[in-house]
């Protein structure tokens, strides 16, 4: 089955909008006035119900019997079908799972904090609090996710054929990127299929602003005239329109605004300097916009071209397992969305100019413009719309540092909003906006809650502390169930997108730089300033991340941890019980501290525009032509594989024609390569080629080839976005901690013997 | 010559008291026990030996917490015994067997085995390595014991060398094997004449205690409001004379023909009105009566008797009760009345039964322990009673806070440690590592409350006192410097509580008479009989009861006869064949004619039982559906038509003709006699401390100990609603269970319903 036949019966599957269900503008009918009083009354009894369920308290014996009752059913329940978004199975399974944890948190708040002394008291409470903060997100993001929402597809087709289309602007914000990297997304914008008369396409370049050439360091400021001049010249060849401004202020929103100033297209599309375009991408996004004049945005995943230096370093699973941006795009947007606050994510979204206008553009008081504009415009009373289609394929930071500032960012950004303004209470919002908004953004303050999750078995170990006053027992019948409710729920939730553990070593790794971003943020909330995220990086050599020394700081102070642990069994048999227990968790922590070295050590990756495999067909034409498949495909290149016993091969430093179907654009594509390695492969001959267009059209056919079909990525991300075993998710993570350590050693020998293997590198940061 | 013998009583009882308080917390390690909540330590045999025969022989084991043999260690080591004796028996003679073995590496000359009786030495066995093992007997002088309590030493000391020794060198030990070293006595009569004074001492739990008595009762229906309410006083006045030790009471009635001839024991208790007693009685020895009345006479031979009368019934009642509140030791006369007072019936003091409520500090002096001190190397045990009310219960995580004082004197070397448990949980160690001493004021531990159980628990205090090594082996200390204190002023707080309990529960009625026995000493219930021979069983029941509350409980009667049906919190005695299929609970064992067991149980009582016809009972056709869930699924009910034989049955369970959380308690066996066998073993520490679940079946001399869990637990409470919701959670989660299928069905119907009406508003605009 080829991709576009496993494209079409995936789309043939999904409701359209010629489904009677989705006929135009027939309300649904109003409850009535009898309806609204039974409901008042069921959330009368269910409301006090729940409370009692919840708060009731019971000996261990009694609450073990009762938890034991609850997994099982839990554990039965969810082996039946529950995919049916919003079906009662599925609110069941969130419902109980929502009483176990909190029932563990009644129980933790009302019992077990009368800790000896004040200071074990006090970090008694700290604790509690860190977990009263993750039932809160886990509860919340049970609420947003109960439900979520797959759009109908939606083309311009379907349109009436009367329906006049609006104008397009795309904007293409960009600082410091190179010209390589910014010429494969103009090309992708510019064959994006809509009408020619109503698609321009922008270069917002804020690396060559007047400011920037007048800079007083003349090195720098003809670096910035370079740039200008050279995308001039690019935007020229290729025919999108060049913009720059004379000062850099309010970074990416301020280069935007500013663009919008000098540009009239009736909708905005914003794609990052990396955020290449499939060419259905208005083709799926406009309908939208044209149906529902109260919806003001129109956002689409961010489908990421090359795994993350977490993923790269560590997991090295990319195309196997979901990637960390998966949980967002495929379920938390889609849950959000159908409570009407999924948000607008800086890139891959369309967006009306009129609201935007009217609220002087893109919102600027934080670091994260995007979601801050998107709870303006909520607040307004406009609609969102989240589609689920991967059509901009981008790159993910290519370094841990890179990684952690990009997260910082985000973090400083979503904790500004929520201390600036403050989503629980804006004006406009309906409460299920407000509980989707504060889920999205009490999400970021995880960095708190991990660390005193690391710190907290090791101030008992090491100091004494008891900041847990339970018994085995107790643990037993509250605690366990608490952490079993909590994985059935994430494993129906997110059991697709995420893998068990893997959230672990993400928050992480990110806490501890995060959790410094945070507190900076919280004094002062209007100090951070934007970041760029460093993008398109190579690395020639393996090294330990400058941003390792935490790490190896934590990583002994957790091994202390076991030192301490073991001098407490062997000295106090009267807490025993309460060692090993913590000493279970502190070895979770170990684990997972230990897994996270793995991903430290910076794996080397040359190609700076990844390629992705493909599963297509071509024909290598020489003489007679030779069929072969395309294994894997970039703007720059690919891999073909082909008969052995073909007539022919072409051999290295041969220039050959690749001729492949391009299904987005409806023809096929003619491409000069040159014959860079052959080598066997998969009993086939693979032939490494490079694309050496000779001409402009060329050039953009092999954008097109290479990023120009949605439902390659949409395969791409239907094949490795699948369940596993909690089992196998464990085995996955014993099977790769083991590595770190080697890794580590080898390296730190390889330093001493050699200082300058130890390389260290920074990330682009620029203000 | 009556003015000096009233303070000179007095002045003697007093001192007993106070040696009484001082040996009772501070005790070696292994010595035997002397309050009511080490009972368990003395097996019952024994104590029958010591206190009925007027010779005897009592192995030391009887008198040692530890049943193995004895090891004394060191340089110099001891071993305590502290012996009872009644101050009333007379002591013609006691012989000490000691049967030993030394280490064959002693020195002969330097190496003897001390025996101390009361701090006076009176023999020293060589300890030859020659001869290593040996027996000894040594007679301790009659006139050396005295009433209460006699510490009994056994001390060493043992060298291997002449001169630079290691005092605690392996070689030197002895062993003292305690099962077969011995007391022998030789008990005599009473000289003087006795008096109410002396009604302790006649049933004290020492050497010459009377373990047994018999109560008379003059015959006919006209007594049967005696019998029904004085004779439980009576017991119970007598019972908990006997503190700790088990009594049995014996019941015969009188006729005109005179008193029974064949009473057993030393003591008989005749209850009744002056002119019942005038039947049977000469008339020098009926007392005069002019209102409740007690009088102890000697009858001769050794023998005594109390007579408990009044001029009416209800002063005869009132002369019972009178007796479980009268002060031995300020009653140096031979007959006493207790004028009543207006209204007569108000409840009963505590009389020192200290039950700690939730929420309070207790100092330990209000607890009855006295500051105490150890001094010397070695192991100590300091033991703090802690009484808990039956029906204490709190939340689980509640801890308990303790604020102690104590103090050690300088010179304490490595290996001194104090250790803290709570009834043997461990909860606090600390090492006195401090050279110079130290003494520490609100000493703060804390420890779950539920490690204290209801009725008795005890704060351990473990010490072990080791002199400084210094010097190297030739410069030994004896650590005769060594001192530790624990002080009376130390502060236990309890956390906040209710009273409530599970029930059926027979360890808490064991170890507080609880449901029988309220928190407050008010008596819950009647005990029924099946006849009237059964009203000694009752009694010795009863007795045990009070001593378990650690005080009289009033208004606890007992009934002849069974009626039908056995309403309210009952306890019920009878034989098999007095007992109906429908005085049992449906899911609960039946003791009738008709008996059903769970099939456990049945397993062994099969040897016991004669011709079953065995039947397997099934829901419907042991009752025809109505009731509660059964513990055990009901094809683990047997139905069978056969007796007990030789053994007892216990069992508990929910009253089904009762109201609200009545419990019904039945003992039975197949005949009167050996009911009154089995109870008396019953009450014995051995059998009485193992207790537990709901059903207890047991045989001669307590063998074959069988006891099950059976019927549904059911929970009884007050004061807190709260509480009494957790405890009924607690033991049913099905409730909360179905409580929360309840709500997450309608919380999951309510919202499918708004994200359903959500949607289809979507699919609207879509």
């Known amino acids: 089955m080829t991709v576009q036949t496993r494209l079409s019966a995936a789309e043939a599957s999904l409701p359209d909008a010629s489904s009677p269900d989705l006929s135009d503008g027939q309300k649904p009918a109003a409850p009535s006035a009898l309806s609204r009083v039974w409901s008042w009354l069921g959330w009368g009894l269910a409301l006090p119900g729940l409370a009692g369920v919840v708060l009731v308290p019971m000996d261990w014996s009694g609450q073990m019997m009762a938890m034991i009752a609850v997994i099982a059913a839990l554990w039965v329940l969810r082996t039946l079908p529950n995919d049916e978004p919003g079906s009662p199975l599925r609110l069941l399974v969130l419902l109980l799972t929502a009483i176990v944890s909190l029932r563990y948190i009644a129980w933790r708040g009302l019992f077990t904090l009368n800790s000896s002394t004040l200071i074990s008291t006090a970090l008694a409470v700290i604790l509690y609090l860190a977990e009263v903060y993750s039932v809160v997100i886990s509860l919340l993001g049970a609420l947003v996710n109960s439900t979520p929402l797959r759009r109908p597809s939606l083309m311009l087709a379907d349109l009436p054929p009367e329906t006049a289309l609006p104008t397009v602007d795309v904007l293409i914000p960009t600082y410091n990127e190179p010209a390589e990297m910014l010429e494969v997304t103009l090309r992708a914008a510019l064959q994006i299929q809509y009408p020619a008369d109503l698609l321009r396409v922008y270069l917002l370049d804020d690396g060559g602003t007047d400011a920037k050439i007048a800079q007083v360091d003349p090195e720098n400021a003809a670096a910035a005239q370079a740039r200008r001049t050279t995308l001039q010249a690019l935007c020229h060849r290729l025919g999108a329109r060049y913009l720059t401004r004379a000062e850099n202020s309010h970074a990416k929103a301020g280069n935007i605004n500013s663009a919008l100033a000098h540009t009239d297209g009736d909708l905005i599309v914003i794609l990052d300097a990396d955020h290449v375009p499939t060419g259905d991408f208005l083709n799926r996004t406009v309908p939208w916009m044209v149906k529902r004049p109260d919806v003001f945005l129109v956002q689409t995943p961010h489908f990421m071209i090359n795994p993350d230096p977490i993923d790269r370093n560590l997991l090295q699973s990319f195309r196997r397992m979901p990637s960390e941006n998966d949980m967002f795009y495929q379920t938390i947007q889609k849950g959000l969305d159908f409570w009407d606050s999924s948000f607008f994510c800086g890139s891959a979204a369309v967006l009306r100019r009129a609201p935007l206008m009217a609220i002087g553009g893109l919102a600027g008081q934080t670091i994260t413009e995007d979601a801050e504009t998107a709870i303006t415009l909520h607040g307004q009373g406009l609609k969102s719309v989240y589609l689920d289609r991967p059509m901009v394929a981008g790159l993910n930071p290519e370094t841990f540092t890179a990684f952690v500032i990009q997260r910082m960012r985000w973090a400083q950004g979503m904790t500004q909003i929520l201390l600036l303004k403050r989503p629980f209470m804006a004006p406009g919002l309906s409460w299920f906006q407000r509980v989707g908004y504060m889920s999205s953004l009490l999400f970021w303050l995880f960095p708190f809650a991990r660390m005193i999750f690391i710190f907290s078995p090791l101030a008992y170990l090491i100091g004494g502390f008891d900041v847990y006053n339970a018994s085995t027992m107790q643990i037993l019948a509250y605690t366990v169930p608490h952490v079993l409710a909590g994985y059935i729920m994430s494993d129906m939730l997110f059991g697709r997108t995420r893998w068990p553990l893997i959230s672990e070593i993400y928050e992480l790794m990110q806490s501890i730089f995060s959790l410094n971003a945070l507190i900076k943020v919280v004094a002062n909330p209007r100090h951070p300033s934007f970041v760029v995220t460093p993008k398109g990086d190579t690395m020639a050599e393996e090294f330990i991340s400058p941003l390792a020394k935490p790490f190896y700081g934590l990583f002994v102070l957790v091994g202390i941890g076991f030192i301490f642990g073991g001098w407490r069994l062997w000295d106090d048999p009267v807490t025993r019980d309460m060692t090993m227990v913590v000493l279970v968790w502190n070895t979770l922590n170990f684990l997972t501290l230990t897994a996270a070295l793995g991903a430290l050590v910076e794996r080397r990756q040359r190609r700076a525009s990844p390629r992705m495999p493909a599963q297509q067909t071509g024909t290598v034409l020489t003489g007679a032509g030779v069929s072969c498949d395309i294994d894997d495909l970039s703007a720059g290149g690919a891999r073909l594989l082909i008969d052995p016993s073909a007539p022919q091969i072409p051999r290295k430093g041969d220039l050959i024609r690749l001729a492949a179907p391009a299904p987005q654009a409806g023809r096929t594509v003619m491409l000069s390569c040159e014959v860079c390695s052959v080598f066997p492969l998969r009993r086939r001959l693979a032939l490494g080629v490079r694309f050496v267009p000779a001409t402009e059209a060329e050039a953009n056919d092999a954008v097109v080839l290479a990023f120009g079909d949605s439902a390659r990525w949409q395969f791409f991300l239907d094949r490795r976005v699948r369940p596993i075993a909690f089992t196998t998710a464990l085995s996955m993570i014993f099977g790769l901690i083991w590595q770190p350590v080697l890794l580590h050693a080898r390296m730190l020998r390889a330093a001493i013997r050699l200082p300058s293997c130890l390389q260290t590198r920074q990330g682009s940061t620029h203000e | ?766």
């Open chain 2, 1 to 766: 010559m009556s003015n000096l013998f009233r303070p000179c009583a007095i002045f003697a009882v007093f001192l007993s008291v106070c040696l009484v308080c001082i040996a009772l917390p501070v005790r070696r390690a292994a010595a035997v026990t002397d309050g009511p909540e080490s009972a368990s330590s003395l097996p019952d045999a024994v104590l029958d030996d010591v206190t009925v025969r007027p010779k005897g022989t009592v192995p030391l084991s009887a008198f040692s917490a530890d049943p193995g043999p004895l090891r004394l260690r060191d340089e110099a080591g001891e071993q305590n015994f502290f012996i009872p004796l009644a101050r009333t028996a007379v002591l013609r003679d006691v012989i000490l067997t000691l049967r030993y073995t030394n280490s064959v590496s002693l020195l002969p000359d330097r190496s003897v085995l001390a025996v101390r009786l009361n701090e006076a030495t009176l023999a020293q066995i060589r300890l030859d390595p020659a001869q290593p093992a040996g027996e000894a007997r040594i007679r301790l002088p009659a006139e050396m014991w005295r009433g209460g309590f006699n510490k009994l030493t056994l001390a060493v000391i043992q060298h291997y060398a002449d001169s630079c020794e290691d005092s605690v060198a392996p070689e030197l030990w002895t062993e003292v094997d305690l099962s077969q070293s011995h007391l022998s006595y030789d008990l005599g009569p009473l000289a003087r004449p006795v008096a109410l004074s002396d009604l302790g001492a006649l049933f004290s739990p020492g050497l010459g205690g009377q373990r047994q008595v018999t109560v008379l009762t003059p015959a006919g229906p006209g007594a049967d409001g005696l019998r029904q309410r004085a004779l439980p006083y009576v017991a119970q006045a007598l019972a908990l004379r006997r503190q700790y030790a088990p009594l049995e009471v014996l019941h015969r009635d009188w006729t005109a023909a005179g008193l029974p001839a064949d009473v057993p024991g030393a003591v008989q208790v005749l209850v009744g009105l002056p002119q019942d007693l005038a039947a049977v009685l000469p008339p020098q020895a009926l007392p005069v009566v002019d209102g409740p009345q007690a009088t102890l006479t000697d009858t001769g031979g050794g023998h005594s008797r109390l007579i408990v009368t009044g001029r009416t019934e209800e002063e005869v009642i009132a002369a019972a009760r009178g007796l479980t509140l009268m002060n031995d030791a300020l009653t140096p006369d031979s007959q006493v009345t207790f004028p009543r007072r207006d209204g007569g019936g108000g409840s009963l003091p505590l009389d020192g039964r200290i039950s700690m409520e939730g929420g309070k500090s207790y100092r330990f002096q209000a607890l009855g322990f006295r500051t105490a001190t150890v001094r010397g190397k070695g192991a100590y045990q300091i033991s703090v009673p802690l009484p808990m009310a039956p029906d204490y219960y709190t939340y689980e995580n509640a801890k308990v806070v303790l604020k102690l004082d104590f103090s050690y004197g300088a010179g304490l070397g490595a290996g001194s440690i104090l250790n803290f448990r709570i009834n043997d949980r461990q909860i606090h160690g600390h090492a006195m590592d401090n050279k110079n001493g130290a003494s520490f004021q609100d000493y703060l531990i804390t420890f779950p409350v539920n490690l204290l159980k209801p009725g008795a628990n005890a704060l351990l205090i473990d010490i072990n006192s080791q002199p400084p090594v210094s010097g190297g082996e030739c410069v030994g200390s004896r650590g005769r410097h060594l001192m530790v204190q624990v002080s009376d002023s130390s502060v236990i707080t309890l956390p906040e509580a209710g009273k409530a309990a599970m029930l059926p529960d027979l360890a808490r009625f064991a170890a507080s008479g609880y449901p029988y026995v309220g928190g407050d000493g008010r008596g819950a219930g009647t005990v029924y009989l099946g006849s009237a021979d059964l009203i000694g069983p009752a009694l010795t029941l009863t007795g045990r009861m009070a001593q378990a509350a650690r005080g009289p409980v009033d208004g606890l009667q007992v009934v002849v006869g069974l009626p039908a049906p056995l309403s309210g919190q009952a306890l019920v005695l009878a034989t098999t064949a007095q007992l109906q299929r429908e005085d049992f609970g449906p899911w609960a064992v039946s003791l009738s004619k008709v008996k059903a067991w769970p099939y456990r149980a049945l397993q062994d009582l099969r040897t016991a039982t004669t011709g079953p016809e065995l039947s397997l009972g099934g829901l419907g056709g042991l009752l025809g559906g109505t009731a509660a869930k059964p513990a055990l699924p009901d094809e683990e009910w047997m139905q069978q038509k056969s007796s007990l034989g030789d053994k007892a049955a216990l069992t508990a369970f929910r009253n089904p003709a009762g109201q609200g959380d009545d419990l019904l308690t039945v003992v039975a066996a197949e005949t009167p006699a050996v009911l009154a066998a089995r109870v008396n073993d019953l009450i014995g520490p051995g059998l009485w401390g193992q207790l537990q679940g709901d059903l207890a079946v047991w045989g001669k001399g307590g063998q074959d100990l069988l006891t099950l869990q059976v019927s549904e637990h059911y929970q009884v409470g007050r004061d807190n609603p709260l509480l009494l919701l957790r405890l009924i959670l607690s033991a049913n989660p099905w409730y909360w269970m179905a409580g929360a299928a309840g709500v997450s069905g309608l919380f999951t119907l309510l919202l499918w319903q708004m994200i359903r009406r959500r949607r289809q508003n979507f699919m609207g605009k879509s």
